[in-house]
């Protein structure tokens, strides 16, 4: 299948700064990428769809002042932390997909960012 | 409201029988549903996804049946495998629409030796 690929995997970070997550579709040109957000037990939450060159849509409740997503080409979306606090301490995913028409969404392997 | 759901956080089988995971939504305009496997850390990956214009998909060990008058899919892995061990989070969109993918909250399948 589709390779997307997401960076860093791990990352610890001091209260107040800002992380930068990317997430690369390495053979295929994602039109749409989506950013997921897991906390313990639960679900994926999403939190944001992008469409590469456009404003990304973000899901209820979650701030897009603080998670700031970019989606500048079609192989790359970018999801920063800002300010970030332990409470922001979590699993992020992001997954791509294709064109309409391509029905399987392809995932990132997380990232476990830790804010102390 | 939660639109898919997966009723059972968790499910144990023995090695070489069949696992049936489950998985109920509401919203019917949901017409492509996917299944993906999650170990603890890692990005879910995909396993297999049926179209609501079919009633099975099958690839290997793995096989969705999808009941649309009782909006109903099901998972079954057989022979079911230690390495199978991991969460199974089944998801849903509207192809077309929103393209939202919508996750239930995961079976926890564990396979015993």
């Known amino acids: 299948g589709a390779v997307v690929s997401q960076h860093p995997s791990r990352v610890i970070c001091k209260s107040g700064t800002s992380v930068k997550i990317e997430c690369r579709s390495l053979?295929?040109?994602?039109?749409?990428m989506f950013w997921y957000r897991q906390f313990p037990k639960k679900s994926l939450m999403l939190m944001a769809t992008?469409?590469?060159?456009?404003?990304?849509?973000?899901e209820q409740g979650v701030e897009k002042d603080k998670f700031l997503i970019n989606h500048a080409s079609l192989t790359l979306s970018t999801l920063t932390v800002t300010s970030a606090h332990p409470e922001d301490s979590s699993f992020y995913i992001c997954?791509?997909?294709?064109?309409?028409?391509?029905?399987?969404?392809?995932f990132g392997q997380g990232t476990r960012l830790t804010v102390v | 409201d939660q639109q898919v759901k997966q009723n059972s956080p968790s499910l144990s089988v023995q090695e070489g029988r069949i696992s049936i995971l489950n998985c109920d939504y509401t919203?019917?305009?949901?017409?492509?549903f996917l299944w993906y496997k999650k170990y603890p850390a890692e990005g879910p990956t995909f396993l297999i996804s049926?179209?609501?214009?079919?009633d099975k998909n099958e690839d290997g060990r793995f096989t969705v049946f999808l009941n649309k008058s009782a909006k109903h899919l099901s998972l079954h892995i057989v022979p079911s495998q230690p390495g199978d061990s991991a969460v199974y989070f089944c998801?849903?969109?509207?192809?077309?629409?929103?393209?939202?993918?919508?996750f239930g909250k995961g079976t926890k399948l564990t396979v015993n030796p």
């Open positions: 053979d295929f040109q994602a039109t749409t």
């Open positions: 997954s791509a997909r294709g064109g309409r028409g391509e029905t399987e969404a392809f």
């Open positions: 049926i179209s609501s214009i079919k």
């Open positions: 992008s469409n590469e060159g456009s404003k990304a849509t973000y």
């Open positions: 998801a849903a969109f509207v192809q077309g629409g929103s393209e939202k993918l919508v």
């Open positions: 919203n019917s305009m949901f017409d492509y």
